[in-house]
């Protein structure tokens, strides 16, 4: 693992983020940690080319996953439960995978990538979401939305707003 490696940790009742890799050279790798109870952001990344959020257990949280200003950026079979806002958010990056993710009682949307290019959203379980399932706004090309399964959403299932050459299957 090149760069910064976060692995393996138990995180509960944290007031503001539970794990917060910001800038980090070389990429990061945020996996298999356990994460309950936390005030502000379960995971969050920002300003990193490379990056992996995956495997990862997160519990009441404001928002479950915050990739900021990443390219390169995986966000894989994570499951994100209990949420007061959106599940897995994703802003400014581009070459993006969210893909094997599973959301339930999510406050916000359950996924929301707004500002982003070249960006996979597949094979993710939503269920009780509050806003929309998947919410794709602002987006450059390449952006593919396929084989999600969403049950029990207040909002649209898939919202796309301002998009550039996308395919929604």
Known sequence: VGGVAVLDNSVSHVGNYGIWVDVASGGATISNNNLATIGNIGIYAVSIAGTTIGGNT????????????????????????????????????????????????????????????????????????TDDGID?????????????????????????LIVGSTTID
């Open 58 to 129: 997160i519990d009441y949280a404001s928002t479950g996953v915050f990739a900021d200003h990443t390219g390169a950026t995986r966000v894989l079979d994570n499951s994100v439960t209990n949420t007061g806002g959106d599940g897995i958010d994703v802003q400014f990056a581009d070459d993006v995978s969210v893909n094997g993710n599973t959301l339930s009682t999510i406050g916000g949307n359950g996924i929301l990538a707004t500002t982003v290019g070249a960006t996979t959203i597949a094979n993710n379980r939503l269920d009780h979401v």
């Open 136 to 160: 794709v706004t602002y987006t450059g090309n390449a952006v593919v939305v396929s084989g999600n399964t969403l049950s029990t959403i207040g909002g649209a299932g898939i919202f796309a």
